[in-house]
């Protein structure tokens, strides 16, 4: 049960942060956090279970989702870099608008 109230809570911090803040850079780290809880509820749930009849590792899975996140986190940090290169901010109100 506090395994799921953990998981809960990194994923609510993150979803705060998304909601809340105006910065790039703010934002890919909320989702980060929020996909951080989610890989805990899932390891949990996956360790509480057990393994009896399950095909696939739950922790297998989970490693494969980590190294996806690493991999976005590192394109998203890319093109945060070259959107303020070119515009010189990185809030998202001074981004909205689209030019040709």
């Not at 899932?42 to 009896?52: F, K, Q």
């Not at 494969?64 to 998203?76: L, N, P, Q, S, Y």
């Amino acid at each position: 049960m506090s395994l799921v109230l953990v998981a809960c809570s990194l994923f609510g911090i993150g979803l705060l942060g998304v909601l809340v803040r105006r910065d790039i850079i703010a934002l890919l780290a909320s989702v980060e956090v929020m996909l951080g809880g989610a890989l805990v509820l899932l390891v949990g749930l996956g360790a509480s279970v057990g393994h009896g009849g399950v095909p696939v590792s739950v922790e297998g899975v989970t490693l494969i989702a980590i190294v996806v996140a690493a991999a976005e986190a590192a394109v998203g940090l890319a093109l945060l870099v070259a959107v303020a290169r070119r515009r010189g901010t990185t809030r998202v109100d001074d981004l909205s608008e689209v030019k040709g």
